[in-house]
């Protein structure tokens, strides 16, 4: 079956703009978690969404949100980007919450000039 | 808070040679531990999960590891790396049991190199 399917793969914007990224879950899958990925700080958890609810919210400021559509697919906004925002996103989708382990997309490499 | 800790930021080896990555966290209730791959230019792939039961897992490609709780650490272990095993190694714990079931807390990754 499909894995994860995250979209655009790249991305260049100027800083102020914002930027959603998408992302479409393993068929089947009801729960999407986000993570940003730079050298630095590694993986950093951003949230985790569950039938169309926020679960979960990791250390980062109110210029990320997101959101789970009624089909799973879930979108994550950033507004306002800044140059320390580049960043590989990557999506992950589980089952249900928790307990099974999580399918890891590709991710989206966001570049901040 | 959550941490998990890897000990070695980069390891090279021979093929052939054993691998031991070493990954200790902080939670002390109940964890699911995970550990996951990154190729070069690919994305992250599960390697292997506890949950509970046998603290010995085996995983893909010949990958096990070892749960031990009093010590708080889940090491991977390879008898035999091979080339191919060239890629970045994450540690990952999560806490079925509290509202942060969801959240996956990584270790900052052990990047293997396997000369050949």
């Known amino acids: 079956k499909a894995g994860v399917t995250q979209t655009p793969r790249y991305l260049i914007k100027t800083r102020g703009q914002q930027v959603t990224l998408s992302c479409s879950p393993i068929s089947g899958h009801r729960s999407v978690s986000w993570y940003q990925q730079t050298p630095g700080q590694g993986l950093q958890f951003l949230f985790e969404y569950f039938s169309e609810t926020q679960r979960n919210k990791g250390n980062f400021p109110g210029r990320f949100s997101g959101r789970q559509f009624s089909n799973s697919r879930s979108e994550m906004n950033v507004s306002t980007l800044e140059l320390g925002d580049s960043a590989l996103y990557l999506c992950a989708s589980s089952p249900t919450q928790g307990n099974y382990g999580y399918t890891f997309g590709s991710g989206t490499r966001l570049t901040v000039v | 808070a959550q941490s998990v800790s890897q000990h070695n930021h980069h390891v090279i080896l021979s093929e052939a040679a054993s691998l031991e990555l070493g990954c200790n966290y902080s939670?002390?209730?109940?964890?699911?531990l995970f550990w996951y791959v990154q190729y070069p230019g690919q994305h992250l792939q599960l390697l292997l999960k506890y949950f509970s039961g046998d603290p010995l897992v085996k995983g893909i490609k010949g990958f096990e590891a070892e749960f031990i709780k009093s010590k708080f650490s889940f090491n991977l272990r390879k008898p035999s790396v091979q080339w191919s095993d060239t890629a970045e190694y994450f540690c990952a714990v999560n806490e079925p049991s509290s509202s942060n079931t969801g959240k996956l807390i990584f270790g900052q990754g052990t990047t293997l190199q396997v000369k050949p």
């Open positions: 939670y002390g209730g109940t964890v699911n």
